[in-house]
Each structure stands twice: as C-alpha cells, then as structure tokens.
C-alpha cells in the first residue's frame, strides 16, 4: 500500500492567492483528517470526514479555509484567500474509521505564504 | 476541552539509556497514542492504547486510566531514536485527537 498522498509537497505563494491541498487517503479507510503543525500551537486538527461527511470542522481557523471530499478516494484543503499566518505544514491522516482506530499520517504539504 | 500535557519538553541522554516520557490529560478517554516525528517531519503511530501495556521492540507503552496518565518507555536507546514524541487522546464518541506539545529527545552515540 502506498500509505496517505499528499500533494504538493512545498507549496510558496503570495499573499492573497488561492491554495488547494490534496489528500489520497489510504483505499478502504472511512475517515479522512486535515492537521495543521505550527511552531506556536503544535499540531491541530482543522477537520475530519467519516464516510465523505464532515463530522467535526470546529478547529477551521476562518471562512478562508475550506474542505472537501467529494469521492472515498480524494480530499482537498483550499484557502482562499491566503495569509502569511497560514503559513505551517499540513498533514492529512486516515484512519479505518472506527473508534480506537490508529492514524495512518501522510508526508505533509510545507505551505508558505509570503 | 482535554489538556494534555508531556514532560519533559527536551530529553538528551546517552546511547543505551533508558528513557521515560510521560503524558498526562486531564479528561477521561476512549483511547491514547504515541506518535513519532522524526526530524524530516513525517509522523508516524507509535501505539494506541486504551488500557495496561503494549509492547512493539524496544518501546513500551503504559497506561493508567485512573491517574489519567501515560509512560513511553524506550530501552537501550539509539541515535536513531532522536525525533519527537507526541501523545494524542480521542475523547468517547469522537475519533478528534487533542495533541500534546511533544517531546524532544536526543540520543547522543
């Protein structure tokens, strides 16, 4: 198994421009995570799906950021638009989506915005 | 909200000790994990525990629900054990984990 995708890897925009993440979750699992890791706050979960459903986007800092799951198979993280605040590593996890469930953590996507 | 708290926050220590990490929250969970980060910055699952002891080579995991608490230990510690250490908890009824600020440790050859 390839494990989680994530894509890109690096990510360097400018202020104000729009910004998609991606995330292939690893096949068969039912729950998808969206985290943030920042030298201040540590890691954070924005968000996570169960079976395509957002289930708990309580930690989506503002309106500027956004997910989807349209399909099992693919996510997507977009800001728009984009701060220099934003700027941190991304990680997307999936896990087989019961409860006591280990949490199966892609390479990050390095966003800076400038 | 739980909070959860580990110490030390910077562990270095010589090759071949034993190491101890510990985490403590401050609500009652469903379940507890130990991640790894290494410098690179991939995260990778440790354990994940709900109750006692779990064992994987030379990590030990140990867990008492009543004192709300957890211990990673590593035994006869690696340079390649350098990275960062992070406990997570999930609350009943909910697969959100809370982080902790993680562990730095250092194994010195």
């Known amino acids: 198994d390839a494990g989680v995708i994530q894509s890109p890897r690096h990510e360097v925009t400018e202020m104000g421009q729009e910004v998609t993440l991606r995330c292939k979750p690893i096949?068969?699992?039912?729950?998808l995570f969206w985290y943030r890791q920042t030298m201040m706050r540590g890691l954070e979960l924005l968000i996570y799906?169960?079976?395509?459903?957002?289930?708990?986007d309580s930690g989506m800092p503002e309106d500027r950021f956004s997910a989807k799951m349209p399909n099992a198979s693919f996510s997507t993280l977009k800001i728009q638009p984009s701060e220099p605040r934003d700027s941190a590593v991304y990680f997307c996890a999936s896990s087989p989506g019961l409860n006591f469930d280990t949490q199966y953590f892609g390479p990050g996507t390095r966003l800076t915005v400038l | 909200k739980n909070e959860v708290e580990q110490s030390p926050q910077n562990l270095t220590a010589q090759e071949g000790e034993f190491i101890t990490i510990n985490c403590s929250y401050s609500?009652?969970?469903?379940?507890l994990h130990w991640l790894q980060q290494h410098p690179g910055g991939g995260i990778v699952s440790l354990f994940m525990?709900?109750?006692g002891k779990k064992k994987h080579g030379r990590l030990i995991a140990t867990i008492n629900i009543q004192e709300k608490h957890s211990s990673l230990h590593i035994t006869a510690s690696h340079p390649r054990d350098s990275a960062v250490y992070i406990c997570a908890v999930s609350n009943f009824g909910n697969e959100k984990l809370t982080f902790g600020t993680g562990t730095r440790l250092t194994i010195i050859p």
């Open positions: 525990l709900s109750s």
């Open positions: 609500v009652g969970i469903s379940a």
């Open positions: 096949s068969g699992h039912n729950s």
């Open positions: 799906f169960n079976n395509n459903v957002p289930i708990d």
